[in-house]
T-cell receptor, first 113, second 113 residues
């Protein structure tokens, strides 16, 4: 059964304190791993897609990495505006069709000034 | 582009009433997804459409739930009759074939009393 587990459930950081969020997955044939950011009362906002082990993507203070079993979202010198819930999702390879995303339950990040 | 549009943003109803949620996908997108988000289960796919045709409805919890997409710019998710356990945030997302990224709407928060 395809499964996505994120840890920790919640993370409190001081401004400038770097850390990492973890996403462990089991899926039959990974087509892609996705990171989304969700602010309270809003829909998930796309951040990154990773397709193969060893791939890395960066955006401002965020860097996502992928191995065969997990992905990390590294946050360097976070600011209070980085506070949000970060969601990880995977899509199985359906041989060309879209298929559906399987989401983890997210990590709620709070960054204190 | 205005992004994915959902209405209403909030819906409060009583048990047994019919509820209709609406979604307008991003223009040009040929995939449309309906998700439900709860604290217990996270974000779960209910059904998705390709070119207005339902492709996978295995996530629809019961026969009380139904979804339609009469044209490329409009979809509805209907719950009849509604129950308190249907209370959740319902998201609509869209994408186009060849692009893995799904773009989410702001969601409809449903409360069934």
């Amino acid at each position: 059964e395809d499964q996505v587990t994120q840890s920790p459930e919640a993370l409190r950081l001081q401004e400038g304190e770097s850390s990492s969020l973890n996403c462990s997955y089991t899926v039959s044939g990974l087509r892609g791993l996705f990171w989304y950011r969700q602010d309270p009362g809003k829909g998930p906002e796309f951040l990154f897609t990773l397709y193969s082990a060893g791939e890395e993507k960066e955006k401002e203070r965020l860097k996502a990495t992928l191995t065969k079993k997990e992905s990390f979202l590294h946050i360097t010198a976070p600011k209070p505006e980085d506070s949000a819930t970060y969601l990880c999702a995977v899509r199985r390879n359906y041989g060309g069709s879209q298929g559906n995303l399987i989401f983890g339950k997210g990590t709620k990040l709070s960054v204190k000034p | 582009d205005a992004g994915v549009i959902q209405s209403p943003r909030h819906e409060v109803t009583e048990m047994g009433q019919e509820v209709t949620l609406r979604c307008k996908p991003i223009s040009g997108h040929d995939y449309l997804f309906w998700y439900r988000q709860t604290m217990m289960r996270g974000l779960e796919l209910l059904i998705y459409f390709n070119n207005n045709v339902p492709i996978d409805d295995s996530g629809m919890p019961e026969d009380r739930f139904s979804a339609k997409m009469p044209n490329a710019s409009f979809s509805t998710l209907k719950i009849q009759p509604s129950e308190p356990r249907d209370s959740a945030v319902y998201f609509c997302a869209s994408s186009f074939y060849g692009a893995d990224t799904q773009y989410f709407g702001p969601g409809t928060r449903l409360t069934v009393l």
